[in-house]
């Protein structure tokens, strides 16, 4: 069993969703409920066996039909993957939880979509070739389509469609970008790529460069980097808040794929190749810092401001990339998961607020106060010191972790101007989206429907999610060294070619 535990994170998830669409899940919602709800926490489960596992034994090398790297497809399931995997897994288990009072009934198969991601998102992860990674984008993307119109009216139908536009444009260039690798190197596997990239010579070396470059834009597009994040604030805005919180983890995933292609593949061993991406991702990266906190300042509801916060930590994120130091990785591995998880308490909080508030939503404006002022407001200060980055909660530790690696880079006096000022952004931001949200009254009235309060289920998956701060504190010690040792088992290629390759350390 234990040999095929790395693919588990991606059967149980293509299992649960097939499940779902057959009776008697598809024809009885509490059923589908209670499936979705077990199947969740089953995946949840081995995504944390797995990550244990693999922290205390090394990493897993899993070849498909016994097909062996480079010729067979592999699943790698190293410290860095099994994190990304556990972190979604338990996105996914918060969202299935929240959704499962009401909002799953608004459009059709919203739990086997929910699942069918999941399959194509931790598949992006675990997988050890471009080609396969290019298939699991696509399976996630597909989904992902069919939930942005879950609930869909006009609004959400003109997003939607920008949204697919630019994937489809997306995926083409992924798939030109591959033919021209494949063509210079012969391989599409990560680490044969990362072995054969640096014996280029002559002509093969700029087309390489070439499938190099055109990958990321791709990356920037899945990752919603300037100038390619424009079809984000609108889409994640006018989706449903519970889809648009599991849609957090999915710009991670075009992080992840610089992380990986630009560290393994193009990092420091790829002789004239080396760090070829990594002037543009700088210069890109801290355009998209500025861009998000001017878009944080100029949001007009909770729902856009929050999805201006995911393209700040996307430009954060990919800074950190560029630096290409194993101490940066780690400090940009927290703060992932910190900006993750509480992006997408944030969306759910968003919904709540908007539900009680009547018909002006979650507008900045003032409005009928919330039914429930002391769980919401509470939990909304939670957040909001977890964003900007205030003690003594996890945006604090991963600002200072953030700021620390960056103190001794050459490039210190461009990012931490840029990063403090962004972060006094949101910190204005979230001051007067509060204040016009719980404060601003236009009357006094609290009578309020009883179904208008949070459900026990809703409420459950917003404090969960939210409690992951303040535990990422508590346990910074034993989370921070883990950071670490995935930071540097990525930054060692030559161990982890040798690993994927003649399978063994």
Known sequence: MIQHLASLPILIPMLAAILLLLPPCGKSIPIRRVV???????????????????????????????????????????????????????????????SSVGDDEKGSFFHPLVHFLVLGVNGAFLT????????????????????????????KTRAALQYVVLNLIGSSVFLIALGILYGVLGTLNI????????????????????????????FALKG??????????????????????????????GVYAMLRV??????????LLNHMAQPWLWGLAIATIVIGAIGVLAAQDLRKLTANLVVVSVGTLVALVAIQH??????????????????????????????????????????????????LGGCFIVAALAVVGMPPLSGFVGKIWILKVTFDSERALLFWPVYLIASFALLVALSRAGTSLFWERKHQGRDHPEEE?????????????????????????????????????????????????????
């Open 128 to 155: 050890g070739d471009l080609f396969n990674l290019f298939v699991f984008f696509e399976v996630l993307l597909i989904a992902s389509y069919s939930l942005l119109m879950h609930a869909g009216d006009k609004h």
């Open 36 to 98: 979705s709800i077990v199947m969740s926490i089953i995946t949840a489960c081995i995504s944390a066996v797995l990550l244990v596992h693999v922290y205390n034994s090394g990493p897993m090398v899993y070849a498909i039909g016994d097909w062996q790297a480079p010729y067979g497809i592999v699943l790698v399931a190293d410290l860095l993957s099994v994190l990304m995997v556990a972190l979604t897994s338990f996105l996914a288990l918060a969202v299935v939880l929240y």
């Open 191 to 218: 680490a044969d790529m990362a072995l054969k990239v640096s014996q280029l010579q002559g002509d093969d070396v700029y087309l390489a460069k070439i499938g190099g470059l055109l990958l990321l834009v791709v």
């Open 262 to 271: 630009y560290t393994v593949i193009f990092g420091e061993q790829a002789g």
């Open 453 to 505: 309060h949070a459900k026990p289920m809703q409420v459950i998956a917003v404090i969960g999610l939210l409690a992951c701060s303040p535990l990422m504190v508590i346990f910074a010690g034993p989370i921070s060294d883990y950071m670490i040792a995935a930071a540097t088992q990525l930054h060692d290629i030559p161990a982890g070619i040798n690993m994927v390759l003649k399978g063994g350390l």
């Open 224 to 253: 919603a980097l300037l100038p390619l994040h424009l079809w984000l604030p609108n889409t994640y805005a006018s989706a449903m808040p519970v889809v648009a919180a599991l849609f957090a983890i999915m710009t991670k995933v």
């Open 326 to 375: 194993v101490s940066a990785t780690a400090a940009l591995l927290y703060y992932l998961v910190h900006s993750t998880i509480i992006c997408a308490a944030l969306f759910l909080l968003a919904d709540l607020i908007a539900h009680q508030r009547g018909k002006v939503a979650d507008r900045l404006a003032p409005g009928r106060g919330v039914a429930q002022p002391i769980l």
